[in-house]
């Protein structure tokens, strides 16, 4: 199970997710109340061990600006959140070469969302040889990711078998009580979190974060 904890804003926060086992820690540059800059990921990146992952998270408004982060930044990975360009991931691949993992995320609409559109978009994403994993948030009316909220996940699950063996890393309000259960219906190869290991926004509650990558690892199902 691909363990990752995201919108970290601090060094401590980072150290302390990697201690605790999680695979990846990431970093989001697109506006927002957990919003970074290269230089403050810069100070973390570089006290961070080589095994964990560095993953970026963009919108659509940054897309000329994520080379020159990615180096500034230290980082080895991109989550990509708005509409998949072909030509922005094929970009970056040619750039960086495999050294570079590439997320693109898809939204689950919560209370509105078109399952045909949804399973159209994912069967899309799988064919993308230069995407390396699909993350799955939720989308409000008033939000594209972030939001600390679930989607229905029994209603998503008939349409990310669009992915075949493509990745799935399921994002949107997880936290330890759910995890189990998200894991159970929709068996990903990943998940994510954010607000649901946070005292408060950017910041980390460290028994919260505790109990999620153990609820995780525990959760993991052989793929």
């Not at 094929?90 to 997320?103: D, V, Y």
């Not at 939001?147 to 008939?158: N, P």
């Not at 926004?201 to 153990?214: H, M, N, Y």
Request: with cysteine.
């Amino acid at each position: 199970m691909f363990v990752k904890i995201c919108a970290n804003t601090n060094l401590e926060d980072a150290l302390l997710a990697v201690e605790m086992g999680a695979d990846a820690v990431g970093f989001v540059f697109a506006k927002g109340p957990r919003q970074v800059t290269a230089d403050i990921v810069a100070s973390i990146t570089s006290k961070l061990p080589e095994s964990v992952e560095r993953i970026g998270v963009f919108s659509d408004e940054q897309l000329e600006a994520i080379p020159s982060i990615v180096r500034a930044a230290g980082l080895n990975g991109v989550q990509l959140h708005g509409c998949y360009s072909e030509f922005v991931t094929k970009a970056l691949r040619a750039e960086f070469g495999p050294g570079l993992r590439i997320i693109q995320t898809n939204h689950w609409r919560v209370g509105g969302q078109v399952s045909t559109a949804f399973a159209a978009e994912l069967r899309t994403l799988s064919l993308a040889e230069e995407i390396d994993a699909v993350l799955v948030d939720s989308r409000t009316a008033v939000a594209d990711g972030g939001t600390g909220i679930t989607f229905d996940w029994d209603a998503a699950r008939s349409s990310l078998k669009e992915l075949g063996d493509k990745p799935l890393i399921v994002a949107g309000g997880l936290n330890a009580g759910n995890v189990t259960q998200a894991v159970a219906i929709l068996r990903p190869w990943g998940v994510d979190v954010a607000s649901g290991v946070e005292a408060s926004p950017g910041k980390k509650d460290v028994e919260k974060l505790r109990a999620f990558i153990a609820a995780a690892r525990a959760a993991a199902v052989p793929h």
